[in-house]
Each structure stands twice: as structure tokens, then as C-alpha cells.
């Protein structure tokens, strides 16, 4: 096939792009996003911050016009993110109260997984939670230091409740090592979910890459999870220059395993991106298909 979306389906997969609300009335971009891609994650649109700005308040505004229109188009959408330490309004950062946090938390989870009810195929339910560096455990967080570590898995369960069609992800970066301890960490907790029944579907691997691309023990981490029961994701795949090479090694790894479901990149061109000055995307600002894009194409 000749687009990233429809070569990928050829496999079952979905090839997806993180989408800005604020880019939907350039031409260029929308072009690209509705002949590549068919999954769109909004980029900032559904976190706390823009979300639920005051206790209470919900604002679905710049998340519905993304849902609205990749729903009209046919693509399906990721959603991100509902329990993260950033982009997380004062409001939540300042309770002090357990039971306060836990009823806010829930309410958020609940009132953002109805709205939407339905038409996410995949929740990014925790994001980031565990620290970086050699401890293999949790972050410090307002959720972790006022709720303890079984915020996750009340954070899981309040989601499958709010949407039972959903799959439910626990998504970080900084995990496709499979040596390193923070991979060690996300692997036991999805190992304990799994043993106790604590819902959980998948996790998202971000891959945010340096420029050598992915660890030589990518594969390895995509199937060592899998084999956990649950489907593995790459989320945010982005690539510091973008060499067709890492690239390639970064998508073959999932070709390889078979419960790698589908492939997000984080932006549509080099200047969409967060890390623009990197050039770490597929298509170059003039939206042009860049050498990487082929080397994906090729791969799927
Ligand atoms: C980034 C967005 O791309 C930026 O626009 C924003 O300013 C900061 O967040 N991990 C995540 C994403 O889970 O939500 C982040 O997105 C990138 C790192």
C-alpha cells in the first residue's frame, strides 16, 4: 500500500500521529493527517490542565474538535492522558487530602471517560509514573505522595468501570531498555496487575529517541511484555534527525511481535514538533515525505 495507515492495516495495526488542535485549519497538515494516519492522539488537548482547569469545570472544547473530526474522517483515537504529575492544574497539586484526591481523581477519570465513551480505542489511563534513574519505583507525585503507590491501580479500576470497551494503558518513556530499572519496575507492576486482576490492556512505550534510535533490546521489552497478557503500543515515536535506520530498527520491532498493536508518531512535521530543532518526524515543515517516512513505509 501506498500511505503509512493503509500499510499498516495490511498487518491489523494502526499508524498513528499526535494531532494539535490548533493546526486543524492548515491545509498542508490536514492533508497529510487525513492520507497517512488512522489514529490520532491529541497532543495537549485531553490532559488535566486543559480539561478540568478548576475543580469541577470541565472544558472538552479543543478535545472535541479533534474527537469530532478524526470520528468524520474514520480515524480512531488514543486517548491521553487522565492521571499525570504534569501539565496538572495547582488545584489538584495542592490537596493534601486523601480522601479528597481519591474522589477528584475518580470524578476526573469518570467525567472525561464519558465524554468519550466509545470512541477511544485505547486510554493512556497512568502516564509517567515511575522515576527515572535506578530505583525502579514510583515518582514523587501529588497522587503517589498523598494516595501512596495503589493510586495506579484505583486509577485502573475507576477507568474500567467509566469505560469497559476502552483498553486501558499504562504509558512512560524511558522503558523500552530492557535493562534498565525503570522497564524492571513498569514489568512488575503490570506482572502484579495481571496476578491480582487489577484491569490492564497494554502499555505504551513512548520512544522518544536520541538519534542511534531504539536499544538493541527494544524487541525484547515489546515481547517480554506481551507475554504478560497485555498488547504493547509504541506512542510517541519521534527520533532526534530521524535516521531511516533507527527508524526502521524502531518499527520492525514491532512487526516482530505480534501483540505490538500499533504504531504513534508524535507530530506530522518536523516543525509540528516538540522537538523541532531535532527534525525527528517524518515529513520536513514543507510536509514533504522525508527518507524515514520510506524506511517506515518499507518496514510495515
Ligand atoms: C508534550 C507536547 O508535545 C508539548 O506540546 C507540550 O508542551 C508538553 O507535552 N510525554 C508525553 C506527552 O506523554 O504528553 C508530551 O507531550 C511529551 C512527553
Same mark, same amino acid.
Given at each position: %500500500?501506498?500511505?503509512? *495507515? !493503509?500499510?499498516?492495516?495490511?498487518?491489523?495495526?494502526? =499508524?498513528?500521529?499526535?494531532?494539535?488542535? $490548533?493546526? &486543524?485549519?492548515?491545509?498542508?497538515?490536514?492533508?497529510?493527517?487525513?492520507?497517512?494516519?488512522?489514529?490520532?492522539?491529541?497532543?495537549?488537548?485531553?490532559?488535566?490542565?486543559?480539561?478540568?482547569?478548576?475543580?469541577?469545570?470541565?472544558?472538552?472544547?479543543?478535545?472535541?474538535?479533534?474527537?469530532?473530526?478524526?470520528?468524520?474522517?474514520?480515524?480512531?483515537?488514543?486517548?491521553?492522558?487522565?492521571?499525570?504529575?504534569?501539565?496538572?492544574?495547582?488545584?489538584?497539586?495542592?490537596?493534601?487530602?486523601?480522601?479528597?484526591?481519591?474522589?477528584?481523581?475518580?470524578?476526573?477519570?469518570?467525567?472525561?471517560?464519558?465524554?468519550?465513551?466509545?470512541?477511544?480505542?485505547?486510554?493512556?489511563?497512568?502516564?509517567? %509514573?515511575?522515576?527515572? *534513574? !535506578?530505583?525502579?519505583?514510583?515518582?514523587?507525585?501529588? =497522587?503517589?505522595?498523598?494516595?501512596?503507590? $495503589?493510586? &495506579?491501580?484505583?486509577?485502573?479500576?475507576?477507568?474500567?468501570?467509566?469505560?469497559?470497551?476502552?483498553?486501558?494503558?499504562?504509558?512512560?518513556?524511558?522503558?523500552?531498555?530492557?535493562?534498565?530499572?525503570?522497564?524492571?519496575?513498569?514489568?512488575?507492576?503490570?506482572?502484579?496487575?495481571?496476578?491480582?486482576?487489577?484491569?490492564?490492556?497494554?502499555?505504551?512505550?513512548?520512544?522518544?529517541?536520541?538519534?542511534?534510535?531504539?536499544?538493541?533490546?527494544?524487541?525484547?521489552?515489546?515481547?517480554?511484555?506481551?507475554?504478560?497478557?497485555?498488547?504493547?503500543?509504541?506512542?510517541?515515536?519521534?527520533?532526534?534527525?530521524?535516521?531511516?535506520?533507527?527508524?526502521?530498527?524502531?518499527?520492525?520491532?514491532?512487526?516482530?511481535?505480534?501483540?505490538?498493536?500499533?504504531?504513534?508518531?508524535?507530530?506530522?512535521?518536523?516543525?509540528?514538533?516538540?522537538?523541532?530543532?531535532?527534525?525527528?518526524?517524518?515529513?520536513?515543515?514543507?510536509?514533504?515525505?522525508?527518507?524515514?517516512?520510506?524506511?517506515?513505509?518499507?518496514?510495515?
Amino acid at each position: %500500500a501506498s500511505t503509512l *495507515g !493503509t500499510q499498516a492495516a495490511q498487518s491489523g495495526r494502526y =499508524f498513528g500521529t499526535a494531532v494539535s488542535a $490548533g493546526r &486543524l485549519g492548515d491545509g498542508t497538515y490536514t492533508g497529510i493527517l487525513d492520507r497517512e494516519f488512522t489514529s490520532v492522539t491529541p497532543e495537549n488537548e485531553m490532559k488535566w490542565d486543559t480539561t478540568e482547569p478548576s475543580r469541577g469545570s470541565f472544558n472538552f472544547g479543543p478535545a472535541d474538535q479533534i474527537v469530532n473530526r478524526a470520528t468524520s474522517h474514520g480515524q480512531r483515537m488514543r486517548g491521553h492522558t487522565l492521571v499525570w504529575h504534569s501539565q496538572l492544574p495547582g488545584w489538584v497539586g495542592s490537596i493534601r487530602d486523601a480522601n479528597t484526591l481519591r474522589v477528584v481523581m475518580n470524578n476526573h477519570i469518570t467525567t472525561v471517560m464519558n465524554r468519550y465513551k466509545g470512541r477511544i480505542h485505547s486510554w493512556d489511563v497512568v502516564n509517567e %509514573a515511575f522515576a527515572d *534513574g !535506578t530505583s525502579g519505583r514510583l515518582r514523587s507525585s501529588v =497522587f503517589r505522595d498523598v494516595l501512596g503507590d $495503589g493510586f &495506579l491501580e484505583q486509577a485502573f479500576r475507576t477507568a474500567r468501570t467509566a469505560d469497559p470497551a476502552a483498553k486501558l494503558c499504562y504509558n512512560d518513556y524511558s522503558i523500552e531498555d530492557w535493562n534498565a530499572a525503570k522497564t524492571q519496575g513498569v514489568y512488575r507492576m503490570v506482572r502484579d496487575f495481571k496476578a491480582r486482576g487489577v484491569p490492564i490492556d497494554c502499555v505504551g512505550l513512548q520512544a522518544h529517541f536520541g538519534a542511534g534510535g531504539p536499544p538493541s533490546t527494544f524487541q525484547t521489552t515489546l515481547s517480554n511484555f506481551a507475554a504478560l497478557g497485555v498488547d504493547v503500543q509504541i506512542t510517541e515515536l519521534d527520533i532526534a534527525q530521524a535516521s531511516p535506520t533507527a527508524y526502521t530498527n524502531t518499527v520492525r520491532a514491532c512487526m516482530n511481535v505480534t501483540r505490538c498493536t500499533g504504531i504513534t508518531v508524535w507530530g506530522i512535521r518536523d516543525s509540528d514538533s516538540w522537538r523541532s530543532g531535532e527534525n525527528p518526524l517524518l515529513f520536513d515543515r514543507n510536509g514533504t515525505k522525508k527518507s524515514a517516512y520510506n524506511a517506515v513505509l518499507t518496514t510495515l
